[in-house]
């Protein structure tokens, strides 16, 4: 074998070695867990001391939401194509305009409800000391677990 060829085979090891690892460290820190709870709802368990069975309500609602919201944002995009084929037309019909939004607008109102019921079952699922950490984060994020010094 010539000294270039081995070079090469050499070289393209080291490469296909190094996407590996880098493939499995991605999956590491970014993979799923327990019964399909990302990494950032695991990581709020574990800040507000949740019990395995609130960590499946937590898990479970904010899967939920998520979908539902991704299903909006499609749903937002296809308004916007609609919307700009629309105003491409020589004239603007109202009516037409009125029809694709209020459309969206009940879906709209229907995550709202939804959102009001995930909050009512995270609610009961937590403890008082739990919704007072949570309500922490809401209130100020999650950088300022501990005041900062005058």
């Given at each position: ?5 081995s ?11 190094a996407?590996?690892?880098?493939r499995?460290?991605?999956r ?25 069975e609130q960590?499946?309500v ?13 299903a909006?944002r ?5 308004l ?5 084929e629309l ?5 603007l ?12 607008m ?9 959102i009001?019921e995930a909050?009512s ?5 937590l ?5 007072t ?8 994020g999650?950088?300022?677990r ?5």
């Amino acid at each position: 074998m010539s000294p270039f060829l081995s070079g090469a085979l050499g070289a393209a090891a080291v490469l296909i070695l190094a996407g590996l690892v880098r493939r499995a460290v991605w999956r590491r820190r970014f993979r799923f867990r327990r019964g399909g709870a990302s990494w950032l709802t695991h990581r709020l368990s574990l800040r507000l001391g949740a019990r395995p069975e609130q960590e499946k309500v937590l898990s479970a609602e904010a899967g939920a939401l998520a979908e539902e919201l991704r299903a909006l944002r499609q749903d937002g995009r296809a308004l916007r194509a609609e919307v700009a084929e629309l105003l491409s037309g020589p004239a603007l019909d109202a009516q037409a305009v009125s029809k694709a939004l209020a459309s969206r607008m009940e879906k709209l109102g229907a995550l709202r409800d939804r959102i009001a019921e995930a909050l009512s079952r995270v609610h009961a699922a937590l403890d008082p000391a739990q919704r007072t950490e949570l309500a922490a984060l809401l209130a100020h994020g999650p950088g300022r677990r501990y005041p900062r010094c005058a």
